[in-house]
């Protein structure tokens, strides 16, 4: 366990925008639901406007499932005392990064290599 981070802070963190996006899916499924409009009382334009807000929805919806993954993996890495820890080199994550987003797995070495 790495003494340099507060793990019970940042799974606190974890937890709550986990519970955030856990509230918010239901709406989301909502306004990705099927467009069902009258097209002969609406115009091609509305529905267009329709179809682009649930494809936005949609794909909000797939940044935010990806969001949840990578929360409940922290907190699986928490759990198993490998928090704080790269997946790719086994070095450490900087505190910094780590306060930035709890959710890291990678240090910034390794996830600059992988970005190239």
Do not use: F, K, W
């Amino acid at each position: 366990m790495r003494e340099d981070i507060d793990i019970d802070a940042l799974r606190q963190r974890l937890l709550m925008r986990a519970h955030e996006l856990e509230t918010m899916a239901a709406i989301r499924r909502e306004a990705g639901a099927t467009v069902e409009l009258d097209q002969t009382r609406t115009g091609r334009l509305s529905r267009m406007d329709a179809m682009q807000a649930q494809a936005m929805a949609r794909a909000g919806d797939a940044r935010a499932q990806d969001e949840y993954r990578r929360i409940q993996a922290a907190l699986a890495r928490i759990e198993s005392g490998e928090y704080g820890y790269c997946l790719d080199c086994d070095g450490p994550i900087g505190a910094g990064r780590l306060n930035a987003d709890p959710a890291n797995a990678l240090c910034l070495a390794c996830a600059e290599r992988r970005e190239q």
